[in-house]
């Protein structure tokens, strides 16, 4: 079994292809997002939905497959250990950005689930604004304001650990 950390990330730096495919990805997810909140002043519910749920399962299956590997593959810490901003000892700008990232990341996580959930069981069918707008709006603005923090963090994180030289 081939793992993703034994093939080489292909935008030139020490990363694996699996972190390279996350740090790309976010680069798309953010413009989805912005398409689809703005699908939702053009009352363009329906589309909305779709990228929404298209969004959340993609994210998902890459959460899984990233932490996957992650957890049994990849040692991101023998990746990182060329940067100079790492160390294998104690505090250092690598660990202080994974930590922000993951102040973001988690939270992104978790809202995201609670307001597709919540919409999946609040809003008719076909989705059109209903009693549970103010709060999916309130929410799904929180939310989508943490998936961009969770990218700009998460590319913060990268640079440090394994493109600076």
């Known amino acids: 079994m ?9 935008l030139g730096t020490r990363a694996s292809i699996m972190l390279d495919v ?8 953010l413009p989805i997002l912005a398409i689809s909140i703005g699908m939702v002043r053009k009352r363009g519910f329906r ?4 990228l929404q749920l298209a969004l959340a399962t993609v994210l998902l299956l890459a959460v899984v497959a ?5 957890r049994f593959s990849t040692d ?15 505090w250092n700008p690598v660990w202080i950005a994974l930590c922000i990232h993951l102040s973001f990341a988690i939270p992104a996580a978790v809202l995201w689930t609670f307001v597709v959930v919540q919409a999946l069981r609040k809003f008719p ?3 059109a604004p209903s009693a549970h707008s103010a709060s999916h709006k309130f929410w799904g603005w ?3 304001l943490c998936m961009m923090m969770t990218a700009l963090t998460g590319w913060v994180f990268y640079y440090l650990a394994f493109a600076a030289t």
Do not use: C, N
């Open 125 to 127: 069918k076909p989705p």
């Open 47 to 50: 589309l909305h939905k779709r």
């Open 2 to 10: 081939i793992l993703f950390s034994q093939i080489p990330g292909f």
């Open 22 to 29: 996350v740090f790309v990805a976010m680069f798309l997810v």
């Open 142 to 144: 929180i939310a989508a």
């Open 66 to 70: 990233f932490e996957f590997d992650m």
């Open 76 to 90: 991101w810490r023998a990746l990182a250990a060329a940067s100079p901003y790492y160390t294998s000892e104690g």
